[in-house]
């Protein structure tokens, strides 16, 4: 009896330990092996949105040169410049208005050296009196008497003056956003635009200031410009896989980011996190982040203006549900080949108790044989 029990406590401890063996390796692998998973597919993530947020800023700052461009060529045609000498208003307006549609603009204007606006797109293109209002592009190009071009922050007044349209939609009300900064204005009523401003000089003096410009708020050409080229429209379950965003401080201006209502997330706001780290501390975001109601890997860079102030983002990312569920999958099948690993193991474990525990059973039972030939 005593062979017996020793026999039978001898086999489970092997049998349990075999078992503890393959527990604790499949434990491990299933630990290891979904830790190096995440980080690959986040690394992963990380390089795409760090390659796409470089090619959202090319086609930011082409738009910006695009501008600049397209106002150096105006300032040298013999037309304008006859016009400009002969201070022909109806005509340099004509020209104004047929550059602004080829180019595309939301305000355009030229102004006199002693800072007084001769003419303008819009309604009121040739003012009896013009409405005066700060243009910040204009009163560093007097004083520095070079060309400014670059993203500016202008005032509800300045819109006011270009055209009430302007100003209309440049008024963004601040909407409710989970994990965003409070703020206390309720509305913003500035605008941030992309613009560029060309000094006219005439025998070494500066006769006025040609400028011209758009206004990014609600404007989709951008954010929509590098969904397309940079992802390609790409879809995951019904959903936009990449998103683009321009930011003015904390507050979505233009986005193809939508609310879970089907609009665009105009109004909603950076996270703080996100805030603190790239709007205030003026460094690049590349990690996962919560937008507006979900999360994405993301890419945020700040913008600076004319004068080297951060006034906004650029944000660039991609769903984080497709690079999870591709992981997801990699995991299943991880899970299974650890499963399929662990009863392996198991078996092999039985196999080999029976392996070793037979001999031992057959002295125990020859003993007990001897033993009863002996009585």
């Known amino acids: ?151 500016v922050v202008l005032s509800q007044e300045f819109f006011a003056a270009e055209d009430l349209a302007l100003s209309d939609r440049a008024r963004i009300k601040l909407l409710p956003t989970p994990r965003a900064a409070p703020r206390a204005e309720e509305e913003e009523t500035s605008g941030m635009a992309l613009a560029a401003a060309i000094p006219l000089f005439e025998d070494g003096e500066i006769l006025g200031v040609l400028y011209g410009g758009v206004l990014l708020n609600r404007n989709e050409a951008i954010v929509d410009k590098v969904r397309e080229t940079v992802f390609q429209d790409e879809r995951y379950k019904g959903r936009t896989v990449g998103t683009a965003t321009i930011f003015f401080r904390d507050l979505r201006i233009s986005t193809n980011v939508f609310t879970p209502d089907g609009n665009r997330a105009i109004g909603t706001r950076v996270s703080k996190e996100v805030k603190e780290r790239v709007l205030v501390g003026g460094k690049k975001w590349i990690d996962r982040a919560f937008v507006v109601n979900d999360w994405y890997i993301t890419a945020y860079e700040p913008i600076e203006d004319i004068f080297k102030e951060k006034v906004g983002m650029l944000y660039v990312g991609v769903l984080e549900a497709k690079y999870a569920d591709i992981r997801n999958k990699a995991l299943s099948v991880l899970i299974l080949l650890t499963v399929a690993g662990i009863s392996l193991a198991i078996g092999l474990g039985y196999f080999l108790e029976d392996k070793i525990m037979r001999p031992v059973r057959r002295l125990i039972k020859a003993g007990a044989q001897e033993r009863q030939r002996a009585k």
């Open 1 to 151: 009896m005593r062979e017996h029990t020793l026999l039978y406590s001898t086999r489970s401890k092997l049998i349990i330990s075999f078992l503890g063996v393959s527990f604790l390796v499949g434990a491990v692998s299933l630990l290891v092996g979904g830790q190096l998973l995440y980080r690959a597919f986040l690394n992963e993530a990380r390089n795409r949105v760090r390659l796409d947020l470089n090619a959202a800023r090319e086609i930011y700052m082409n738009r910006i040169k695009g501008i600049e461009v397209a106002l150096n060529i105006t300032t040298l045609g013999f037309g304008f410049r006859s016009a400009l000498g002969k201070q022909d208003i109806p005509e340099l307006a004509n020209r104004l208005r047929r550059l602004s549609q080829h180019v595309e603009l939301d305000f355009a204007g030229i102004v006199a050296n002693d800072g007084e606006t001769l003419c303008r797109i819009g309604p009121h293109s040739i003012p009896k009196k013009a409405v005066q209002a700060t243009n910040p592009m204009v009163t560093l190009v007097l004083k520095r008497g070079v060309t400014i071009s670059g993203t």
